[in-house]
């Protein structure tokens, strides 16, 4: 299956909100309600910030926010912070199988 | 606290097999799903296949059959994944991570980079 569509990077000044979509098809994001979103710094491993569309696991910031409209999941950061500097990636289950995106880099100007 | 801690670096020549291990902690082993994920140096997340804990039956991603074997050793809490017939493109991090609902990977080992080189 293929990977789903995120764009390749996105920016934002401090203080502002961003958004990233993830763009999937019937098939995978608009059949199932398990997109979940990723942080990575270089060199770490990935972060759980979302999971279940729009669930936050304890300890990851109310300033990250999910959800999802037809094949489109989307992630959300308000109050944008230089630590939000990261890749970040959403994936979904298909039935069998788990697809991540691409990935996105936030860069925080 | 629920930890994952992967085996270290391993350098193997084209053709050899490697095993790296994830040792889990914190939690009840058998309880939740174990999944490998690989990262290709400066490229994205690929799911490579999960593992039941609890029945020992893994299951395994497209491009991730025949050469890919993961495993579990429940008496010590251990996760393993295999690759036989290692060739330069398994060049990778490989990090192992726990499913806590429908493939949302809430903890995750340090990662265990393979470099397959001459």
């Known amino acids: 299956q293929s990977a789903l569509t995120q764009p390749a990077s996105v920016s934002g000044s401090p203080g502002q909100s961003i958004t990233i979509p993830c763009t999937g098809t019937?098939?995978?994001?608009?059949?199932?309600?398990?997109v979940s979103w990723y942080q990575q710094h270089p060199g770490k491993a990935p972060k759980l910030m979302i999971y279940?569309?729009?669930s936050r696991p304890s300890g990851v910031s109310h300033r990250f926010s999910g959800s999802k409209s037809g094949n489109t999941a989307s992630l959300t950061i308000s109050g944008l912070q230089a630590e939000d500097e990261a890749y970040y990636y959403c994936s979904t289950c298909t039935g069998a199988s788990t697809i991540f995106g691409g990935g996105t880099k936030l860069t925080v100007l | 606290q629920v930890q994952l801690v992967q085996s270290g670096f391993e350098l193997k020549k084209p053709g050899a097999s490697v095993k790296v291990s994830c040792k889990a902690s914190?939690?009840?082993?058998?309880?939740?799903?174990l999944n490998w994920v690989r990262q290709v140096p400066g490229q994205g997340l690929e799911w490579m296949g999960w593992?039941?804990?609890?029945?020992?039956?893994?299951s395994y991603a497209q491009g991730f059959t025949g050469r890919f074997v993961f495993s579990v050793d429940t008496s010590v809490n251990m996760a393993y994944m295999e690759i036989s017939s290692l060739g330069p493109e398994d060049t990778a991090v490989y990090y192992c991570?726990?499913?806590?609902?429908?493939?949302?990977?809430?903890?995750w080992g340090q990662g265990t980079l393979v470099t397959v080189s001459s």
């Open positions: 019937s098939g995978d994001v608009g059949a199932y309600k398990c």
């Open positions: 991570t726990r499913d806590i609902t429908t493939a949302s990977f809430d903890s």
């Open positions: 279940d569309v729009s």
């Open positions: 593992i039941n804990t609890k029945t020992r039956v893994p």
């Open positions: 914190g939690y009840r082993f058998t309880s939740y799903a």
